[in-house]
């Protein structure tokens, strides 16, 4: 099985638990104080329906399907808008990882360098539009 589907199979096992996405927000917004107060006035219930669905996005686009949506995200978080620091997308990743490793009765090292492999793509694209 190649990276990509390994990743997408993990994420289906992580994603049968809602608290995978309530421990990344945890790991999130410990991760820094300016994180955290990035997020004092959201929903935060609303926020964790609309990242289950943006990191699927991050799979697929490494799948092959159209990075329109990750265009969007670029713009929502650039300079302009949402104003998210480059640096901080290490921290994120950092805390979905360490979230995989949790929630994953799967994993592996090797599972989280495929995580990592897979979605650098799709991140730098969000990144690199700051
Ligand atoms: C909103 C995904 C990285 C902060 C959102 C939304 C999605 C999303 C799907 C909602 C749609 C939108 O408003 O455009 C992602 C993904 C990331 C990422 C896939 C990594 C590749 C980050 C980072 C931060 C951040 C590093 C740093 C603090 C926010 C904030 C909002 C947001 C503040 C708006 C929350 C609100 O509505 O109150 N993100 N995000 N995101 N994201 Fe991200």
């Known amino acids: 099985m190649n990276q990509t589907d390994l990743v997408f199979q993990s994420y289906g096992r992580c994603c049968r638990k809602d608290d995978f996405f309530v421990d990344f927000y945890d790991f999130f917004m410990s991760s820094s104080d300016v994180i955290r107060n990035r997020f004092v006035d959201t929903d935060m219930a609303a926020q964790r329906h609309l990242l289950r669905n943006g990191v699927m996005q991050l799979i697929l686009v ?9 265009r969007d995200l670029g713009e929502s978080h650039n300079r302009s808008n949402y104003n998210i620091d480059p640096g901080w997308y290490d921290l994120w990743l950092n805390s979905l990882l360490k979230t ?11 599972l989280g360098e495929a995580w ?3 979605l650098r793509p799709g991140i730098d694209l969000i990144r690199g539009a700051y």
């Not at 490793?101 to 799967?106: I, N, Q």
């Open 62 to 70: 490494a799948r092959g399907m159209s990075d329109r949506k990750l």
């Open 100 to 110: 995989v490793r949790l929630h994953d009765p799967e994993y592996t090292p090797d």
């Open 116 to 118: 990592r492999d897979v």
